[in-house]
């Protein structure tokens, strides 16, 4: 059988095709690889399953064999979210002109380049920052890089980091500023915010996160941004770009770089395959010159008034230059980009608002429907999606909670639950969740 | 402008009718020109719940200057702008050489949405048969390769590279021999290596030392020779090279850094044309790195998400990225190795393509994989016999090629001054795209084509077909082949703004302030 996926496979084509070349057989195109490299038996793999129908019935029972977070109550945050995502975003990123094109030239793929210069500009107005990167792979990298942008700037490689960062993405950070900067830790206040720490000319750089891993939106940006600054330092900051509807862009108070993850811009959470990143600055050039990511920019064409794209200051990258460009770049996540500017688009300023309002208040209230029987951890701080709380026992807690069909939060230790709260839990989702805690403690 | 009545007289048989394409041409405003204040796109629900009063300090002053559009005119500028784009669904996708591009199966895709909304951190228990997809395609990969065992977590080829040269440095480091202790501070890579390979050994703090082809292609083993020693951390390798060209002495040179104690690293992301015929592990090698959306067909999506997979020796497996599954043939769990180089990536991975990859080697097998790679070499050395009858193109070096081959354009470029940019534009006029960027020009006037198993031997003959018109247009009329495109959706760019600083706007807002003040 001919497979569906090889036309040339089949005997006929493929002995002509052969007969054209001058070739006896398909061996004398391998007859570079000694014999002692051949593999000489076949690959022990599964039976294939060349039919379609089949395929889908054996995938069909692997997927089954799962519960999402449509059929359990999914209170599950912590880098990854349950965001609504717009039909027109699905409809938009399966079209199959965005999904299986690649790398194509800025004539043929005209589309693409349009579509992410657009991305980039609407993040741009969110962020009030003028250069914004084609979406690198998510906001691990994008923190990474960032910080490794204000050293390289600098010239400097020490870099104070908020403790309040969730622990993978700082084990990401640790091993991708080694071996030359030294990171330091700035302890979480009671009131779950950045302390403001000792610090000197040697730092590069302040990396702030809000809201923060406890959910917490960060008050003292400007204060950090003023004593970097008077440091010769940069200040980082990590925002996640669905909270600017209603919280100031990190430009407002200081930031010189932003980043973060645009999952919740219109992407699932797809078991953590949703991720991309943003690395943000002003039109400085020397700063410009530290990404190591594309960046995409308007050009004329020979025709009056047509736009054109093209990849802005491309001598940056590792693509021109191997070693001595900046990081490397390779495949990372630019449908994603895509599908968030479908999403910004389709919000606009006002739509942002409203969802970061309705965001904000029914986390307040998740956190006051908990109250009366855990501990909600920074009571006073404000919270945007997220909030801690503190329990007897975890995994107790979260047990009893799943086998009621709620997925409760993420444990971010023995005995501390992080709850995430987005439009999409209604009212009598939360105070299911309330009820459920209360009678399971 | 390109019509088909030359089309006799060129010199490829057979002779395939050329086709009269033209992109679309939708002359689509930037969408912040489609805005007209007080519309949306989306209702979003309302609160429920007492507001929430935002101090000063934290409040956005101002809204964003996002567009405001209605919900159908979003998607209307969206769908025309996937119009003006050249999907490998769509047209011959050979030219993106060194990428691989073959066709990604459209069920595959669904079996990519039912993971939708899964989230990462759910229990084990809810997520079994996802868990049993990793553990099996780690087992799948780990057998193509040769390796021990495999983490799925990168999100991307280069992104693999980086979590290999991360992997070596806490070997050494364990060792005692990482940064700072003076030795193993050097990287070995060749010129027709992936550009990553080079820039992920840097970033990780690696010197870096490139090996030049010798005479017949190769990376010439005497620099090798040279190069190596008690400094050398590790090599990283792609072979066969983006020449198409396979080392014959591949096991020289894993054995010649193994003496000198540094490890073997291969970067696989051009294994289409040698799946089940030769495997990394077989070499010597001690690290591998599959591109997902290369050799296992998950869709490239505009330049990701992709996904990547890391397979290591059993020496190497304490260090791998985590979490991997494992499994007591009755339950999947997640682990993280004893000795991890910590996350790569947040999570797991990108799951749709792991998903979709899985689904693709499951409806291939082993004879399946087989038949790709020998009908990969098939297409790529029937193609190269048509190139080559095309007067101006060469190949140099002339070896057996296994998957692609890097071809040259010099001659034609001689005589007539069209540069190998200027074809590619000019070819897509006709429908197809043909990749350009091969930094730095060690061939010149390079261009690099990948068939893969895709293609049928029509969708060949009409791309050299297409090549071979755009080199006789050349010699008739060089400067119509430098005005080119003209059946695209826009006309020629001038570039030169995007270099200059004062002039570039790499966003809506920066050109805006610096062209329309």
């Known amino acids: 059988m001919t497979h569906p996926y090889i036309p040339n496979a089949e005997p006929r084509v493929r002995a002509e095709m052969l007969a054209a070349i001058g070739a006896e057989s398909v061996e004398e195109f391998y007859a570079d690889i000694p014999a002692e490299l051949r593999l000489g038996r076949p690959l022990d793999l599964p039976p294939a399953l060349p039919a379609e129908h089949d395929l889908v019935r054996h995938m069909k029972g692997l997927l089954g064999r799962v519960t999402d977070t449509e059929q359990a109550l999914s209170f599950l945050g912590h880098g990854c979210y349950p965001h609504h995502v717009p039909a027109v975003c699905d409809e938009v990123n399966s079209r199959s002109e965005f999904l299986t094109a690649y790398a194509g030239e800025p004539y043929e793929d005209h589309g693409r380049f349009q579509a992410l210069f657009e991305y980039v500009s609407m993040m741009g107005e969110l962020l009030e920052m003028d250069v914004v990167n084609v979406p690198t792979y998510d906001g691990f990298q994008a923190a990474g890089t960032a ?61 702030l996160e809000t809201p923060n891993v406890y959910g917490v939106v960060e008050t003292r940006g400007r204060e950090l941004a003023d004593l970097a600054h008077a440091h010769g330092a940069l200040l980082v900051v990590g925002a996640d770009p669905i909270s600017l509807g209603v919280l100031a862009p990190p430009a407002a108070y200081g930031a010189d770089i932003a980043c973060g993850d645009i999952q919740s811009l219109g992407m699932h959470q797809s078991y953590g395959g949703g991720h991309a990143g943003y690395i943000a600055t002003h039109d400085h050039e020397p700063l410009v010159a530290e990404f190591p990511s594309r960046l995409f920019g308007i050009a004329p064409t020979k025709v009056p008034g047509e736009y054109g794209f093209g990849d802005v200051f491309y001598d940056r990258t590792s693509f021109a230059h191997r070693e001595e460009g900046k990081e490397w770049v390779g495949t990372a996540a630019a449908l994603w980009g895509i599908t968030a500017g479908v999403y910004l688009a389709l919000l606009g300023p006002h739509g942002l608002r409203e969802l970061g309002e309705t965001i904000l208040a029914r986390t307040r209230y998740a956190m006051d429907a908990l109250a009366g029987s855990v501990t909600v951890l920074h009571p006073d701080a404000i919270h945007f999606r997220e909030f801690a709380i503190e329990v007897p026992s975890s995994a107790a807690l979260l047990d009893a909670l799943r086998e009621r069909g709620i997925f409760g939060g993420v444990a971010l230790d023995a005995r501390t639950v992080l709850v995430c709260v987005t439009e999409r839990h209604s009212i009598a989702d939360i105070d299911r969740l309330a009820a459920a805690v209360q009678e399971v403690l | 402008m390109n019509t088909a009545e030359s089309f006799a007289e060129l010199p490829v048989t057979p002779k395939p009718p050329l086709r009269r394409f033209h992109q679309a041409r939708w002359d689509e405003p930037i969408i912040f020109e489609l805005s007209t204040p007080g519309r949306r796109g989306l209702a979003v629900p309302e609160p429920g719940a007492p507001p929430v009063e935002l101090p000063e300090s934290v409040r956005r002053a101002e809204p964003p200057g996002l567009p405001e559009l209605s919900q159908q005119l979003v998607l209307r500028h969206y769908l025309r702008l996937s119009q003006e784009n050249l999907g490998a669904d769509l047209n011959i996708d050979v030219g993106q050489g060194t990428c691989t591009m073959k066709y990604s199966p459209k069920v595959n895709d669904s079996f990519a949405a039912a993971v939708a909304e899964l989230h990462p951190l759910q229990h084990e228990d809810t997520v079994q048969g996802v868990l049993e997809i990793y553990w099996r395609l780690e087992q799948m990969l780990a057998e193509i390769s040769g390796m021990a065992r495999v983490s799925l977590q990168p999100g991307s080829g280069s992104a693999a590279i980086y979590a290999n040269i991360a992997m070596i440095r806490a070997y050494h480091a364990a060792n005692g021999e990482g940064p700072g202790s003076g030795a193993r501070d050097q990287v070995i890579t060749t010129m027709f290596s992936h550009p990553s390979n080079a820039a992920c050994a840097k970033t990780a703090g690696y010197e870096v030392i490139t090996l030049m082809p010798d005479a017949d292609g190769l990376p010439d083993i005497e620099a090798l020779r040279a190069a190596v020693g008690p400094r050398t951390a590790a090599l990283m390798i792609t072979n066969p090279e983006d020449t198409g060209i396979f080392n014959p002495r591949i096991q020289e040179f894993v054995d010649l850094v193994h003496q000198a104690g540094g490890l073997a690293c291969y970067d696989q992301a051009n294994a289409n044309g040698i799946l089940g015929i030769t495997r990394a592990r077989d070499a010597g090698f001690d690290l591998c790195h599959f591109n997902l959306h290369k050799t296992f067909s998950t869709p490239h999506a ?15 497996a304490p260090f791998l990225p985590g979490p991997v599954v494992t499994s007591d043939g009755a339950a999947y769990r997640l682990e993280t190795p004893p000795r991890s180089v910590g996350k790569i990536r947040p999570f797991l991975g990108v799951t749709p393509n792991i998903v979709r990859a899985y689904a693709w080697i499951m409806a291939l097998g082993a004879d399946g994989l087989r038949q790709v790679a020998e009908t990969a070499a098939l297409n790529n050395n029937y193609l190269m016999h048509k190139v080559l009858q095309i007067r101006g193109a060469s190949a140099p070096w002339g070896r057996r090629r296994i998957e692609q081959v890097r071809y040259s354009w010099q001659e034609l470029s001689e005589e007539t001054g069209v540069h190998s940019e200027e074809i590619g534009v000019r070819a897509a006029d006709f429908g197809v795209h043909y990749w350009t960027s091969h930094h730095p020009y060690v061939v010149p006037e390079p261009f690099t084509l990948e068939p893969t198993e895709s293609y049928s031997r029509e969708d060949l003959d009409e791309y050299a077909a297409i090549l071979a018109q755009v080199a006789e247009e ?38 805006v302030r610096k062209h329309r003040p």
């Open chain 2, 302 to 316: 505009c330049g990701g998400p992709a996904a990547g997979a890391c397979g290591v020796s059993a020496e190497l």
């Open chain 1, 147 to 207: 910080l490794r942008m204000a050293c390289r700037h600098t010239g400097r490689s020490k870099v104070l980091v908020s403790a309040a960062v969730a622990a993978d993405k700082l084990s990401k950070l640790r091993d991708f500023l080694a071996p030359d900067i030294e990171i330091v830790l700035a302890p979480v206040g009671e009131d779950g915010e950045i302390t403001v720490p000792a610090f000197d000319a040697a730092f590069a750089a302040v990396y």
């Open chain 2, 474 to 511: 050349a010699r008739r009329d060089p400067e119509f082949v430098k005005g080119a495109p003209y059946n695209q959706s826009i006309h020629k760019i001038d570039s030169t703004p995007l270099d200059d600083p004062k002039a570039w706007a790499p966003t809506w807002r920066a050109y």
